[in-house]
């Protein structure tokens, strides 16, 4: 059983930066690929940006491109993704959700993957 536990949510000003984690251990399949989304109240949960296991290949939604960077490391047996957000909007205003797949392949859509985190929320003033 996979868990990912996120951090580094809070409240910023537009134009301001915030780096959220996800820590994933109890993994034991081979490869996966790891994602990030984002809901806002009374919206769908949207797809973000994700990536493959080893992180060479990366896939950002249109509405984040430039701005947001993925991320993954690791060290010894722990493995941590990261979203690097940059020049944050008000929009960008969501609960932030990491998710992994048990598939190396890229996708965009939340009902292929497998496990989630609990969610870190992330709060731009204009």
């Known amino acids: 059983q996979v868990q990912l536990v996120e951090s580094g949510g809070g409240l910023v000003q537009a134009g301001g930066s915030l780096r959220l984690s996800c820590a994933a251990s109890?993994?034991?399949?081979?490869?996966?690929?790891m994602g990030w989304f984002r809901q806002a109240p009374g919206k769908e949960r949207e797809f973000v940006a994700a990536?493959?296991?080893?992180?060479?290949?990366?896939?950002?939604a249109d509405s984040v491109k430039g701005r947001f960077t993925i991320t993954i490391s690791r060290d010894n047996a722990k493995t941590t993704m990261y979203l690097q957000m940059n020049s944050l909007k008000p929009e960008d205003t969501a609960v932030y959700y990491c998710?992994?797949?048990?598939?190396?392949?890229?996708?965009?859509?939340?009902?292929?993957?497998?496990?989630w985190g609990q969610g870190t929320q992330v709060t731009v003033s204009s």
């Open positions: 998710a992994a797949a048990q598939d190396d392949r890229i996708t965009t859509n939340r009902d292929e993957y497998d496990y």
């Open positions: 990536l493959n296991w080893f992180g060479r290949r990366t896939y950002h």
């Open positions: 109890g993994h034991t399949f081979s490869s996966y690929a």
